[in-house]
Each structure stands twice: as C-alpha cells, then as structure tokens.
C-alpha cells in the first residue's frame, strides 16, 4: 500500500492546511506539543506522510 505525502500550504501553529493531490484537508495542533513545535514539525514547503502524522497525535 502506497503511503499518501501530503504538502504542507500554510501553519499557523494552531491549524495546518495539507493538500496532496485534489485532496485538502485541516489538521489541528494536538493539545501535547506547543504551537512552535507544530510549526517547527509541519514547517510550510514540507512533505509529510500519513504515517507521520499519525504519529504525532499518539501519546
């Protein structure tokens, strides 16, 4: 199974705007990690993967 990349379009430290492909979507920051390790994790012009997303909102 192919894992989907998605492109970082804005963060704000509080919200993420992804994009991969056609598809968009919203992350908010989880309440464990603080607005500047959001911004510093999900920087704008990365590339992150699902499984890596996925990740930072586990405990």
Partial sequence: MK???????ANTGKQADLESGLEKKEVHRPEHISAREFIHWIAPDSHIEDDSL??????
């Fill in 3 to 9: 894992t989907k990349t998605w492109t970082v379009k």
């Fill in 54 to 59: 996925r990740s930072l909102f586990k405990l």
